[in-house]
């Protein structure tokens, strides 16, 4: 198989690996070397990607793609598989549901052509989330048992599918069992190089206690989630924590925190283009607006909410999922 720079510098120190990356790009051009240059582009890809520039990760996932179409063979396969893997979480979330899903088909396909168990748990994740996005959360919840059962995933791997269990049984509201996964993927994650997702562990903690009433206990983890996503330039992470913040601060009747929360979420959301994100935080501010009797400005941001949700609706195509749903 094809040995990528790094097995962990995309994310662990994205911009060094980012200046390697561009030099093996520059070296395997000069030597019209296909395969490297496929390897090149996918690890500046994923660096870009990291580095919160999505636009410029999607093109050189993409000329990755290109120049491991020329190819045949399992390096090859690999190579265009991870490309996939990486445009479909691009799509994603910018809401382009129909692409992120034709993507990760594509890359379950190769992946299981190469035998590559990581990419097919990655695969498999993606997938649910789109089953997720159809308030489909069951069928998610087995495409990732499907995930967690293959043989050769890495812990970091498996503390992504577990956190993604877990959002899946947030969508169910069963906040009792998240707390037993949050559990599992904790250690996962402790064992993992740079312990990614602890930002997001401590938000999916603050959601299951926030489920079962422990609002204090939540709004510890949001505030440990926050340092976390502050200290990493943990973009999308910030702006997720950043929503919950507000939510819980309505709940504990705090408006002038929560309006300060999902206003800070909102800017943030609005840089990235995280659509569905977005029309969280509108249908946020909207109950807030109406809470403080300011029908006006909750009526603008209702229709932002609608607007972003058409968006989301426009990037889905339920025939295209139908065989997951089963």
């Not at 990356?21 to 496929?38: F, N, S």
């Not at 290109?66 to 690999?78: C, F, T, W």
């Not at 926030?210 to 989630?225: F, N």
Request: include cysteine; aromatic fraction near 6%; proline fraction near 3%.
């Amino acid at each position: 198989m094809v040995q990528l720079i790094e097995d962990n510098g995309w994310y662990l120190t994205p911009q060094q690996q980012l200046r390697q990356a561009e030099v093996a790009i520059g070296r395997a051009a000069d030597a019209a070397d296909p395969l490297a240059l496929a390897g090149g582009l996918l690890d500046a890809g994923r660096c870009l990607e990291a580095l919160w520039q999505p636009q410029q990760a999607l093109h050189a996932f993409e000329e990755a793609q290109s120049a491991a179409a020329r190819l045949d063979g399992p390096q090859a396969g690999q190579l265009r598989c991870h490309a996939r893997l990486g445009s479909a979480a691009i799509h994603y979330a910018h809401a382009d549901y129909a692409r992120a899903l034709g993507d990760w088909g594509q890359a379950l396909t190769l992946a299981d052509a190469v035998h590559d168990p990581v990419a097919q748990g990655e695969a498999l994740v993606g997938i649910g989330r789109i089953c997720q996005v159809w308030n489909r959360a069951d069928a998610a919840l087995g495409l990732q048992q499907r995930a967690l059962a293959l043989p050769g995933l890495d812990a970091r791997m498996q503390a992504m599918v577990a956190l993604n269990v877990v959002s899946n049984l947030n969508a169910l509201h069963r906040h009792h069992e998240m707390l037993g996964q949050l559990a599992e993927a904790r250690a996962l994650i402790d064992a993992t190089p740079g312990t990614p997702f602890l930002a997001e562990w401590h938000v999916y903690c603050a959601l299951a206690h926030a489920g079962i009433g422990t609002l204090q206990i939540s709004r510890r983890h949001l505030d440990a989630a926050l340092a976390l996503a502050d200290g990493a330039n943990n973009h999308w992470a910030r702006a997720f924590c950043l929503l919950e913040t507000g939510k819980l601060a309505m709940r504990a009747h705090q408006p002038v925190v929560a309006r300060q929360a999902l206003e800070q979420a909102l800017e943030i959301a609005e840089a990235l283009g995280l659509v569905h994100t977005l029309k969280d935080i509108h249908q946020a501010l909207t109950q807030l607006c109406e809470q403080q009797g300011n029908v006006a400005e909750a009526f603008e941001h209702h229709k932002l909410f609608h607007q972003y949700y058409a968006w989301a609706q426009q990037g889905m195509q339920h025939s295209l999922l139908s065989d997951w749903l089963q």
